[in-house]
């Protein structure tokens, strides 16, 4: 008998037909004798609905306030998951997070998990239920609801399986596995059977919609292996595990996209030692992530500082910076949300050269511009105009061949 646990996402669970689905594919899993615990999203959309009634509330909701509404959308699923398998004669209790002993910090809206206390959880799998929990929330050291962030039953899920430590973690969603690049905007994507921690991570990180990149980070941390399958067939998924050596002879894994990014530019920068430094740690001290930074020489004094940001935001990094500039005796700032990121990711490239040269050349050939580059051992990503997103996807994804059957 095995611990499995599986997570389902919002268009898994998308409505009542579906969820009944999901309740099905449950009971063959227990049925064949294993121990299970299911983690579900919010069903396709309410969390966006959700923020959408927030926001014609007040335009700037609370963030304690919004982990409140936003908890909601999991507990519905949660629920109507268990009657779907009592209708099938399959003992089931749900839980919410903060149930389920899900301890996070003290961030609403990003918290992030600090320990799993599964006691309850155990108690109930060894009387023989089926355990439904609600991803995406916590309770923080107050006694307060909190919410992981987009993508945050992903985390629920790996971090369930690494404090049970369960024998195997499965992520069922509405795509066969992980691909070459997003099969939507490029029809010629392949489907990967396997793929490193570090890639998926990357292409996470970098636009990619399959999972969120903290929870392939939390599992590589913690050594989980997990397949990512679809819910809506039984064909084998993409297995994401440790980096093994065949690996590296694939110098491209795989392309992604994302349009959900902002370029700040800093201008009349003070040039100074440790202002840029000023500048960064007032941004992470208001939980604003930067990417993509770019400094410019110094002129009469002064310097530009340009850097990414997810478009959300945007607005905060204009409204902290100013304050900083008073302190470090000038500066001003702007947002464009007018860009895209697009990256190339494989282990590969740690040894072999050329690859940015040969993703640029693609681009050029296709007379899309590069606004911003960056580099790392196992990632080339640039700044595009977000209108030529999806075909500068296309162009990349041809120029590796990625589209070629192994």
Aim: hydrophobic share 45%; charged share 25%.
């Amino acid at each position: 008998m095995a611990l499995i646990v599986q997570k389902y996402g919002g268009t898994s669970v998308g409505d009542v037909e579906r969820i009944k689905n999901v309740a099905s594919r449950i009971k063959i899993t227990r049925d064949a004798g294993h121990q299970v615990v299911v983690v579900v999203s919010a069903r396709a959309g309410v969390t966006n609905e959700l923020i959408a009634r927030a926001k014609a509330v007040n335009p700037r909701p609370d963030n304690r306030e919004m982990d409140m509404l936003l908890a909601v959308g999991e507990q519905e699923t949660i629920a109507l998951t268990a009657m779907a398998l009592h209708g099938l004669e399959v003992p089931a209790v749900s839980y919410t997070g903060p149930q389920a002993g899900i301890v996070t910090d003290l961030v609403h809206t990003k918290a992030k998990i600090k320990n799993i206390i599964p006691t309850a959880l155990r108690k109930d799998l060894d009387a023989g239920k089926v355990i439904i929990v609600a991803g995406f929330q916590g309770l923080n050291e107050k006694g307060q609801i909190t919410t992981l962030g987009r993508g945050g039953s992903d985390l629920t899920a790996i971090a369930l399986a690494a404090a049970l430590r369960a024998d195997k973690c499965e992520i069922y969603t509405d795509v066969d596995g992980v691909y070459t690049a997003d099969p939507r905007h490029v029809p010629e994507a392949t489907k990967l059977d396997e793929i490193s921690y570090d890639e998926m991570l990357e292409l996470a990180s970098q636009g990619s919609k399959v999972m969120q990149s903290r929870s392939v980070e939390f599992a590589k941390k913690y050594g989980v292996v997990f397949e990512v399958r679809s819910s809506f067939n039984h064909n084998p998924g993409t297995i994401v595990k440790e980096e093994v050596a065949y690996m590296e002879k694939v110098v491209v894994r795989g392309v992604a996209v994302d349009k959900d990014q902002a370029k700040v530019v800093i201008s009349n920068l003070t040039d100074k030692p440790g202002n840029a430094a000023a500048v960064l740690r007032a941004l992470a001290d208001a939980s604003i992530n930067v990417d993509m930074i770019v400094q410019t020489a110094a002129q009469n004094g002064a310097c530009n500082l340009t850097f990414t940001v997810p478009k959300d935001d945007a607005h905060s990094a204009v409204k902290v910076l100013p304050t900083v500039f008073k302190k470090l005796g000038g500066g001003e700032v702007a947002a464009y949300d007018n860009i895209a990121k697009l990256s190339v990711v494989g282990v590969g490239m740690r040894t072999h050269a050329g690859v940015a040269a040969q993703m640029l050349e693609a681009l050029a050939t296709a007379g899309i511009n590069v606004e911003l580059i960056a580099t790392s051992e196992i990632k080339v990503t640039l700044a595009v105009p977000r209108e030529r997103a999806d075909d500068a996807q296309r162009v990349v994804h041809a120029a590796f061949g990625l589209g070629k059957k192994e």
